[in-house]
DNA sequence: GTCTCAAGTCAACATGGTTGACATGAGGTG
DNA sequence: CACCTCATGTCAACCATGTTGACTTGAGAC
């Protein structure tokens, strides 16, 4: 885990606009780092860190989940998946066991203290999007929400 | 540089909402994906990566910087900084020249190739954000940007 | 000449990825 | 039983991006 010196010298630039929307490519990029600073921080001091959240996150919204598709889901390969998931198994904030019909995959679940730190890791960062969607009231998120809709899909 | 299988798998997974925000967190983490896919395809192709582009990015918005300024800008380490710097300079897309009042330092420079292809990496990004809020018209633009804006702030 | 300070460089390390190759373990089929 | 398939597990090599720490270089200032 590096130190993470975390939020020393990122308070944003102000930088000479060229284009447009080139505040809003700036928003983007501090609106990510803003939002996962806090459960980073968190995520650290248990000796994780945002692949471990990421599995913790999906194993807690379809649990028994496959490993195979964990994988799919990660998009990443079962080699990168590899270390974060034994670390999370050793330190039995996972479990796994062999499907009674499929016998071939192993599902994974969360233990009760998988289940918290998932839960805290997340609810950073549900706070941080909770208060920016008070102060602009529920229209606004609701357009947050449709202008993220459609970068996301913008395949 | 990664072989980047990009996008491969990479359709937004439909995972169970256990929480009111979820499907926010989840809009964050594709948007930042979806407003970077293009350009960062661009800039494999360039042999160059997302630092590259930070790095010009900075520059284009403030000629004649120096090195620690942009230092910490970037936020990271001017170790971290080295090698992607210094590939661009072998590369002609920045110009470094001592200062003439400040002969410490050294001022940082975009060529025209460097400035074309700045602005191509970052035209990518531009494109998606302009599309975005072209669907979602000028209101839902603004508000997007006061979500962010709040997000961002959340120091 | 010496001090300061920006910049440059080198080594060691951590992390999070990638491919490729191969091993293991469980079911299904001939 | 022997063999094939398929999910999983593991090993090695590699790359990129970052970190600290330690040291050098080069220019100005005193």
Same mark, same amino acid.
């Given at each position: 885990?590096?130190?993470?010196?975390q939020?020393?010298?990122?308070h944003?630039?102000s930088?000479? /606009?060229?284009?447009?929307?080139?505040?809003?490519?700036e928003?983007? $990029? $501090?609106?990510?780092?803003g =939002?996962?600073?806090?459960?980073d921080d $968190?995520? *650290?001091?248990?000796?994780?860190?945002r692949?471990?959240?990421?599995?913790? $996150?999906v194993?807690?919204?379809?649990?028994?989940?496959?490993?195979?598709?964990?994988?799919?889901?990660?998009?990443?390969?079962?080699?990168? &998946?590899?270390?974060?998931?034994?670390l &999370?198994?050793?330190?039995k904030?996972?479990? +796994?066991?062999? !499907? +009674?019909?499929q016998h071939? +995959? /192993?599902? &994974?679940?969360?233990?009760? *203290?998988?289940?918290r730190?998932?839960?805290?890791? !997340?609810?950073?960062e549900?706070?941080? =999007?909770r208060?920016?969607?008070?102060?602009?009231?529920?229209?606004g998120?609701?357009?947050? =929400?449709?202008? =993220?809709?459609?970068i996301?899909d913008n395949?």
């Amino acid at each position: 885990m590096p130190k993470m010196s975390q939020a020393a010298g990122l308070h944003r630039a102000s930088l000479k /606009k060229l284009h447009d929307l080139d505040a809003a490519l700036e928003l983007m $990029y $501090y609106g990510w780092r803003g =939002m996962t600073l806090e459960a980073d921080d $968190y995520l *650290t001091k248990q000796g994780l860190s945002r692949p471990h959240h990421r599995i913790l $996150y999906v194993v807690a919204r379809q649990p028994d989940i496959a490993i195979g598709s964990l994988i799919e889901t990660l998009g990443i390969s079962k080699q990168a &998946l590899n270390r974060p998931l034994n670390l &999370l198994l050793e330190r039995k904030l996972l479990t +796994s066991k062999r !499907s +009674s019909e499929q016998h071939r +995959s /192993k599902l &994974l679940r969360l233990t009760a *203290t998988g289940q918290r730190i998932e839960q805290t890791a !997340s609810d950073h960062e549900r706070k941080v =999007m909770r208060d920016a969607f008070d102060r602009v009231g529920t229209r606004g998120a609701v357009a947050w =929400m449709a202008v =993220m809709e459609a970068i996301a899909d913008n395949n």
